[in-house]
T-cell receptor, first 114, second 118 residues
Framework: DTGVSQNPRHKITKRGQNVTFRCDPI?????LYWYRQTLGQGPEFLTY????????KSRLLSDRFSAERPKGSFSTLEIQRTEQGDSAMYLC????????????FGSGTRLTVV | AQTVTQSQPEMSVQEAETVTLSCTYD???????LFWYKQPPSRQMILVIR??????QNATENRFSVNFQKAAKSFSLKISDSQLGDTAMYFC???????????????FGTGTQLKVEL
């Protein structure tokens, strides 16, 4: 197992287009998280899954954002009708669900909306 | 809502010296977890150290240690014998317990950019 994998690493898209990112967590981890990080800021929580169930969504996650984790394995984050304000690094992380356990992060997908 | 404050946007230290990064947080919870994460340039975020709030003893991991002051809501990171590879952005983070609805969700500070110089 090589850790948490995110694809693509970089994505440039025109405003109004839809984009989808993929995250493959560590296989034995049942929790998966999505965070967004803008320049000069710490990561901000977007949503998380326990197995295939999406248990919490941030108010940051507008109706244009949707995340799925079919069969409790990989996850996808889709942004519809992208806006320039969506430009950010999108981080995925997974954990084993141990109370207070740390995450393993992926390298992120950097989205640029032009 | 919990907040995490890192008041030092940038710091520098000479190689082999010791540096302390500050972090304060605000919460009404009595039990929680605190973390320091390291984010090297263009690389993924890595867990440096973890502290459980109900433990009095400060956590240590090799050259990294924390000074956890629960009453003051302070959680500073000390890096001893600094190395060039320690150059990175360091984030302090807070996590509520599952019993208080935390869901293992992290709240991050804005980060401190540390540069280790020769």
């Amino acid at each position: 197992d090589t850790g948490v994998s995110q694809n693509p690493r970089h994505k440039i898209t025109k405003r109004g287009q839809n984009v989808t990112f993929r995250c493959d967590p560590i296989s034995e981890h049942n929790r998966l998280y999505w965070y967004r990080q803008t320049l000069g800021q710490g990561p901000e929580f977007l949503t998380y899954f326990q197995n295939e169930a999406q248990l919490e969504k941030s108010r940051l996650l507008s109706d244009r954002f949707s995340a799925e984790r079919p069969k409790g394995s990989f996850s996808t984050l889709e942004i519809q009708r992208t806006e320039q304000g969506d430009s950010a690094m999108y981080l995925c992380a997974s954990s084993g669900g141990r109370e207070g356990g740390g995450y393993t992060f992926g390298s992120g997908t950097r989205l640029t909306v032009v | 809502a919990q907040t995490v404050t890192q008041s030092q946007p940038e710091m520098s230290v000479q190689e082999a010296e010791t540096v302390t990064l500050s972090c304060t947080y605000d919460t009404s919870e009595s039990n929680y977890y605190l973390f320091w994460y390291k984010q090297p340039p263009s690389r993924q975020m890595i867990l440096v150290i973890r502290q459980e709030a109900y433990k009095q003893q400060n956590a240590t991991e090799n050259r990294f240690s924390v000074n956890f002051q629960k009453a003051a809501k302070s959680f500073s990171l000390k890096i001893s014998d600094s190395q060039l590879g320690d150059t990175a952005m360091y984030f302090c983070a807070f996590m509520k317990t599952i019993l208080t609805g935390g869901g293992n969700k992290l709240t991050f500070g804005t980060g401190t950019q540390l540069k280790v110089e020769l």
